[in-house]
């Protein structure tokens, strides 16, 4: 079932306008693959092609959770996971457009 779900995803990627329109990289670039990576079972090829990743599941699992319990600093969790997520992300965009311009 989980092979046939990878299939699914690998064959109905979408492409990123962004990347279309400016030809460089948007900051969600990478995200598509590195879920396919990751379900894949390659956690290394997944960080690579996104790092971002996992902290961003980790907050939406978070965030289901204290929507339906809330936790008591539940909000204040919720700032702080999304401030690391920003920061990764915008890191890894400037890293990778350095790269483009090299």
């Given at each position: 079932m989980l092979l046939n779900i990878i299939n699914w995803l690998e064959s109905h990627t979408l492409p990123?306008?962004?990347?279309?329109?400016f030809?460089?990289?948007?900051?969600g670039c990478g995200a598509q693959r590195a879920l396919i990576e990751l379900l894949k079972g390659n956690?290394?090829?997944s960080l690579n092609a996104w790092p971002a990743l996992?902290?961003?599941l980790f907050m939406l699992v978070y965030l289901?959770?204290?929507v339906?319990?809330?936790?008591?600093?539940g909000l204040q969790i919720l700032?702080?996971?999304?401030?690391?997520?920003v920061s990764i992300i915008t890191i890894n965009y400037i890293y990778k457009l350095t790269l483009h311009l090299l």
């Open positions: 990123c306008l962004y990347q279309t329109f030809g460089i990289e948007c900051p956690l290394m090829e996992i902290p961003v289901v959770f204290f339906i319990f809330r936790f008591k600093n700032k702080i996971t999304f401030v690391i997520n």
